[in-house]
């Protein structure tokens, strides 16, 4: 079902964006040929724009292309909430090349390194932008599981495996996350003429973040109560800040549980 373009920050760019994307792959559609001289950089400059396809349970829009060595994978995020448990959790991109709803292989990025800033006052004082800017600048690993010939665990983003993947955002504020796969790894040739299946899943914060959450909302609760118990006003709405700036509301839960869908494309074999 084709519906139409991508989304963005504001109502009028919200609907113009959703109106040129596709609603989700239909089942085997094709990948796209990846664009000539592709850079994975966490940027979307190389790849036809709008996107692919968009999910909405996750908020995401995505493109599948593959050449005749790599596979190759773009998102592009609006959803701040989806944003947040992005990066903070990582994406977990996974592959079936029997074209069955069952992960075989997956990488999971962008994943911060233990030197991720922490909220200090500099830095609420930043835009939202910059502030989500400094944490992918620390997303310094992927992880991945069942690669054909290579060991399960964590990789840093530099390695020789020549997987390869960046994040970034754009000047629109969307997260952009890119990787190559190479197809050695995932079982694939371009010659697969049946259905790969594919999973999305965008993980959750850890319990770690969740307290520090309770702890925030508690805390604010109790400056309420201690102003209406002076006769004083009590503290505007709180909007968060660092990982959580603006992150408050009804949404928030949505922070704490993962989201995937599948979807199945077949191989591209030809620009």
């Known amino acids: 079902m084709k519906i139409g373009k991508l989304l963005l920050p504001g109502t009028a760019?919200?609907?113009?964006?959703?109106?040129?994307?596709?609603?989700?792959g239909q089942d085997a559609d094709p990948n796209k040929w990846a664009?000539?001289?592709i850079q994975i950089d966490g940027k979307a400059t190389e790849w036809p724009k709008p996107l692919s396809f968009y999910n909405n349970d996750t908020k995401l829009f995505y493109t599948i292309a593959n050449d005749s060595n790599n596979l190759y994978v773009v998102i592009s995020v609006p959803d701040p909430v989806s944003q947040m448990k992005i990066m903070r959790a990582g994406v977990t991109f996974s592959v079936n090349p029997t074209g069955?709803?069952?992960?075989v292989s997956s990488v999971t990025f962008p994943l911060l390194g233990e030197d991720a800033p922490e909220v200090v006052e500099s830095q609420n004082q930043r835009t939202s932008i910059?502030?989500?800017?400094s944490i992918l600048q620390n997303a310094k690993h992927i992880n991945v599981e069942g690669l054909i010939g290579v060991p399960d665990g964590n990789l840093p983003v530099k390695n020789d495996k020549n997987i390869v993947s960046a994040a970034s955002l754009d000047d629109q504020?969307?997260?952009v996350c890119e990787v190559a796969i190479p197809l050695q790894y995932l079982g694939l040739t371009i010659s697969n003429d049946k259905p790969v299946a594919y999973r999305f899943k965008i993980n959750p914060l850890n319990r770690d973040d969740r307290k520090a959450k309770e702890k925030e909302q508690k805390d604010r609760q109790a400056a309420i109560a201690a102003a209406q118990k002076e006769g004083k006003t009590p503290p505007a709405e709180h909007e968060g800040h660092g990982m959580y700036k603006g992150m408050n509301g009804p949404g928030m839960e949505n922070l704490f549980y993962a989201k995937d869908f599948w979807t199945r494309q077949t191989m591209a074999t030809h620009r």
């Open 13 to 24: 760019l919200l609907a113009g964006l959703f109106m040129a994307s596709s609603v989700q």
């Open 35 to 37: 664009p000539v001289n």
């Open 100 to 103: 069955k709803k069952k992960v």
């Open 130 to 133: 910059e502030w989500r800017r």
């Open 173 to 175: 504020g969307n997260l």
